[in-house]
């Protein structure tokens, strides 16, 4: 496994851009998560992915944001006219089904640190 | 809704003493509990995942303990190091939440040599 890797590790835009980031999970994990991280909070759930289907969303999850995984492998998050309080990291995770392994620890990508001007 | 609650937020202790981490959750009915540790602007690695029908799990100088009826975990670092400075955060995934976690707000710790 070489984990879970992202891209890109830092996005300076304006408000009112749109962006997009990119996660690659460990290779044969399934499950992908997306989380977002403001500074001295811990993580927040923003959506899950099931192969390629999007199972759940948090409220978090304003109609700006978009995610996709197609085909099952590297997912994309997209932010719409970008606003200064999206301003954070946002972390990428995955993980086996549960079908297939009794240990289901989450991996956690380096993360994307966005900051909107 | 579950709440995860890590007291305190911040600790410092000087090298060598023994490192105890607080982690409390609201919801019993949780499917695991997993401590991270996250260093400054970077990702989170994972430390020990217990499952439900565990008690505690170990790896190294690491020990963490889990009270479901109690709704606590516990991070036990044995014989702190200047290395271990960091944020230490706890999660709960719960048993039909397909797998996402609920994190607490962490612990900073500060081992100063």
């Known amino acids: 496994d070489t984990g879970v890797s992202q891209d890109p590790r830092h996005k300076i835009t304006k408000r009112g851009q749109n962006v997009t980031f990119r996660c690659d999970p460990i290779?044969?994990?399934?499950?992908l998560y997306w989380y977002r991280q403001t500074l001295g909070q811990g993580p927040e759930f923003l959506t899950y992915?099931?192969?390629?289907?999007?199972?759940?969303k948090s409220r978090l999850l304003s109609d700006r944001f978009s995610a996709e995984r197609p085909k099952g492998s590297f997912s994309t998050l997209e932010i719409q006219r970008t606003e200064q309080g999206d301003s954070a990291m946002y972390l990428c995770?995955?993980?086996?089904?549960?079908?297939?392994?009794?240990?289901?620890?989450?991996?956690f990508g380096p993360g994307t640190r966005l900051t909107v001007l | 809704k579950q709440e995860v609650t890590q007291i305190p937020a911040a600790l410092s202790v000087p090298e060598g003493e023994n490192l105890v981490l607080n982690c409390s959750f609201t919801?019993?009915?949780?499917?695991?509990l997993q401590w991270f540790r996250q260093d400054p602007g970077k990702g989170l690695t994972s430390l020990l995942l217990i499952q439900s029908s565990q008690r505690e799990q170990t790896s190294g100088r690491l020990n963490a303990s889990l009270d479901k009826s109690s709704g606590r975990s516990t991070l036990y670092i044995a014989a702190s190091q200047p290395g271990d400075s960091a944020t230490y955060l706890c999660?709960?995934?719960?048993?039909?939440?397909?797998?996402?976690?609920?994190f607490g707000a962490g612990t900073q710790v500060v081992v100063t040599p």
């Open positions: 992915f099931q192969n390629e289907a999007q199972l759940e």
């Open positions: 290779s044969e994990h399934n499950r």
């Open positions: 995770a995955s993980r086996r089904d549960r079908a297939t392994s009794s240990y289901n620890e989450q991996f």
């Open positions: 919801d019993s009915a949780i499917y695991n």
């Open positions: 999660a709960v995934s719960l048993g039909d939440s397909w797998g996402k976690l609920q």
